[in-house]
């Protein structure tokens, strides 16, 4: 398992991320046996938000009774949180109440002391930056959270924040996968006329991440697109998965470890955020995490799933 070194974080980080999103119904033991999988497979990150179950912290709460983190097991995990979706409006609330509010419920729904990292959890469109410093400041200096970042935002909004917050932004978690990327196809066709491909969506953000040393965390990369299903198998990619499932055969893994490793393979140095409850996927998948594809494997890969590569 390939792993990063990330600013404020003292342990070293997997390019694998386990998501624990889905786990409110499962049992101490089904939670138990994917974290324990996870960990076999060299994966050190865990992934959290506020919102994820059917109720405020119902995740985390799971993840904290089934797990009963020792402080020894804690320093054994890199675990990161999102705070700032407010499902009941639906609306997004980056005030210093909200954030605060919502980490010590964090803290304590995991039982743990603090959050190596937490993440503001998409974009509020009324974010008030010297607020979110504020908060940052406090929760830092109280030692409740060690390093902090951000989920889907723009490289404006990441410097809208940096006006006020002092501490570095060392992560933004980013929807991508093969066939989700056009923060990355678009760079292969820009200046080109009539290609809906090269329209900027994203004001370049992966070239602002790493310009700055901001680690892109790519959720759902196994979705064709936003929510709408799986691309692996899917009669829709045809092509793609041929590709993939010839790869697949060369390298001797399974289909998710072509499709993790296309992202790992980036020199952005990205990681991957797993979303599955099933352990066997979890190993498939995390099976790419140094899988060295080749720039013609990639590039294929590109091409396969419908991108332009001129």
């Not at 010297?130 to 929760?139: K, N, P, S, T």
């Not at 490289?155 to 933004?172: E, M």
């Not at 006329?193 to 040393?213: F, H, K, W």
């Amino acid at each position: 398992m390939r792993t990063l070194s990330l600013p404020g974080i003292e342990r070293s980080a997997s390019n694998v991320v386990l998501g624990l999103m889905r786990i409110q119904e499962s049992s101490d033991d089904e939670i138990r046996t994917l974290v324990g999988t996870a960990r076999d497979a060299g994966i050190t990150v865990i992934d959290h938000a506020d919102i994820y179950g059917s109720r405020v912290h119902g995740c985390e709460r799971r993840f904290g009774e089934a797990l009963r983190l020792t402080s020894s097991e804690r320093e054994q995990w890199v675990i990161q949180s999102k705070t700032g979706i407010v499902t009941d409006g639906p609306y997004f609330d980056f005030s210093y109440a909200h954030i605060m509010e919502s980490v010590h419920g964090t803290l304590e729904a995991l039982g743990t002391d603090y959050l190596d990292t937490l993440l503001l959890h998409r974009p509020d469109a009324l974010v008030e930056p010297d607020e979110v410093a504020r908060a940052f400041d406090e929760l830092a200096a109280a030692g409740k959270v060690r390093t902090f970042g951000v989920s889907n935002h723009t490289p404006r909004q990441i410097d809208l924040l940096r006006t006020s917050v002092t501490q570095p932004l060392i992560a933004n978690q980013l929807q991508l996968s093969i066939t989700h990327a056009p923060m990355i196809a678009q760079g292969l066709v820009a200046n080109m006329e009539g290609l809906d491909q090269a329209t900027v969506r994203d004001d370049g953000i992966v070239d602002y991440c790493r310009l700055n040393d901001i680690t892109i965390q790519a959720w759902s990369p196994f979705q064709s697109k936003f929510f709408d299903g799986p691309f692996i198998g899917s009669e829709r990619y045809p092509e793609l998965n041929a590709v993939i499932d010839r790869l697949a055969d060369e390298y001797g893994v399974p289909a998710e470890a072509i499709a993790v490793a296309w992202i790992t393979r980036h020199p952005a140095r990205m990681q991957v955020v797993l979303g599955t409850t099933t352990p066997s996927r979890v190993t498939a998948a995390a099976l790419g995490s140094e899988l060295p594809l080749t720039r013609a494997e990639w590039y294929e890969l590109v091409r396969a799933a419908g991108y332009t590569v001129p």
